[in-house]
């Protein structure tokens, strides 16, 4: 596991969200037996929150490989969202109860360290997010979860997805930045590793129960990335602050 | 001057900065000054600023009409001070002593309501910025002055600059709110009627020394606006909050 403390001349971090920031299983597990026990319906939220999510990859492939026009994932899920329901013969949804559960994305919660370790971080960083979210999604998760970010940045910004490269090049335009003062963090493997092949750092924070207890949570060792860190607490000692 | 409180539906403001968030002539002049004295350079830094500043909707309008392909208001602001520098008789500053001067405007102060003022408004609202500076300048500049925005827009996301139909248009579709839901909230009309032409609900905030006491700001007498306030403290309160 890489400690380095290799972090001069960074100025910004940028966020992964979905799993980095937000539990989104837990969150989304939430909000469907919630709406479940409103409508008397009981099935396996578990194994639905983990579908929608399934659903979450294929789907921006296929605006990655121009199968689709640019698609944002409000829409995205709501595309899986409408398969899902079919799949486990739930009917009886009016149109506001779909767009309500929908919008659970817009809810999720945070792990227990995120706020006070982007508190932490943004005194000395500027903290952004740069998730494959839509930028309204990003908003409101942050005013619904008290997280405070110095920029909201999305995929939505390049018209691609990550790990494409234009969306980390967008960003670092944005930010005034070379790249090589940008650090990413994330929870996953794929979009550090896209990010450090532009030049960004990186920093790879565990989330162990992203995909729930007995989920496979990506691990840190042997990986090459700036820093590694157990949270977020443990990533802003990690940058001196 | 409208009172009216026609404010229901309204879910998102976006700010207007300069002169309405922040006083961009009394702080560049403070930075010229500064530059200055240590360098040893005594001009009139008030008529030094006002032309600065003067020389920015032209600059904009080149790219408006497109005599200039997009080029951000750092470059723009670059652009005019070599001009000035010249005008003036200004020589011997460094590329880095110019490149700090051009950043400036990533450093103005905000009016004495403004952060407290933006802080009420978040608490019930969306409180985005809607400028043409850069992403960049707006991030340094809130991080500077203290200021905490729920989202950071710019008119670079959209390749236009306000009173562009297009920069209001970008907004909304990346808040995903209907312009309705949109308040605009500017020191200047040509803004604000602009955005109201295309269904944002609209609020003057009077900055009546945007331009120094023997200049002339705007009044917003006769001024069709949903919300006219003396700042935004004035503001919050016709908002409700």
Redesign the interface.
């Known amino acids: 596991m890489s400690t380095s403390e290799n972090i001069s001349g960074v100025r910004a971090l940028t966020f992964d969200v979905f799993g980095t920031v937000v539990d989104w299983r837990a969150s989304i597990i939430r909000e469907c037996s919630l709406l479940g026990r409103s409508k008397g319906i009981d099935r396996d939220w578990e194994r639905f929150a983990d579908s929608w999510r399934g659903g979450y990859a294929p789907a921006m492939n296929m605006v990655r490989t121009g199968e689709l026009p640019w698609t944002s994932i409000?829409s995205l899920h709501r595309m899986g969202l409408e398969r899902l329901l079919i799949e486990h013969g739930i009917e009886g949804l009016s149109e506001s109860e779909k767009d309500h559960l929908n919008r659970a994305w817009h809810r999720l919660e945070p792990w227990p360290d995120s706020i006070e370790g982007i508190e932490r971080i943004r005194k000395r960083f500027?903290a952004?997010t740069l998730s494959n979210g839509?930028?309204?999604?990003l908003?409101d998760m942050?005013?619904h979860a008290g997280i405070?970010w110095?920029?909201?940045l999305s995929s939505?910004?390049s018209g691609h997805y990550k790990p494409d490269r234009e969306v980390y090049l967008t960003a670092a335009g944005?930010?005034?930045?070379e790249p090589g003062s940008i650090m990413m963090v994330a929870a996953h493997t794929d979009d550090l590793l896209a990010a450090q092949a532009l030049g960004f750092k990186t920093a790879f924070v565990s989330r162990p129960l992203e995909f729930g207890p007995s989920g496979r949570a990506e691990e840190a060792e042997g990986t090459p990335f700036d820093i590694s860190a157990r949270d977020f607490l443990d990533l802003a000692v990690k940058l001196g602050v």
Not at 174 to 177: I, Q, S
């Open positions: 409000d500027i952004a839509n930028i309204s999604l908003v942050a005013k405070t110095d920029c909201v939505e910004l944005l930010l005034g930045l």
